[in-house]
């Protein structure tokens, strides 16, 4: 069983940073980020694996970094040039094993943390 705890998020005006953390207490192969805006389905947003790969959606290429430290099984997210439609709740993800970028692919989950962006 692995236990992921987020922590970053808050409120920021458009343009501003962020970076988000997230802590694992068991063993993970990939780690990923996550979004849900109200109203609206959960969507991925980016993902890394322990070596290293990475993979971003669309609308945060160029804008936002992934990157993990394997030693303290920590993956973080650095938001750059946020936008107001980057308000969401971002959840943390893991998995044992690489299947896509599907909610539905990552097993483990964290418990969200609200990030707002005000224009």
């Known amino acids: 069983q692995v236990q992921l705890v987020e922590s970053g998020g808050g409120l920021v005006q458009a343009g501003d940073s962020l970076r988000l953390s997230c802590a694992a207490s068991?063993?993970?192969?990939?780690m990923g980020w996550f979004r849900q805006a109200p109203g609206k389905e959960r969507e991925f947003v980016a993902a890394?694996?322990?070596?290293?790969?990475?993979y971003y959606a669309d609308s945060v290429k160029g804008r936002f970094t992934i990157s993990r430290d394997n030693a303290k099984n920590t993956v973080y997210l650095q938001m750059n040039s946020l936008k107001p439609e980057d308000t969401a709740v971002y959840y943390c993800?893991?998995?044992?094993?690489?299947?896509?970028?599907?909610?539905?692919?990552?097993?483990?989950w964290g418990q969200g943390t609200q990030v707002t962006v005000s224009s």
């Open positions: 890394i694996r322990s070596g290293g790969n990475t």
């Open positions: 993800a893991s998995d044992l094993k690489w299947d896509g970028t599907s909610w539905h692919a990552f097993g483990y």
């Open positions: 068991g063993r993970t192969f990939i």
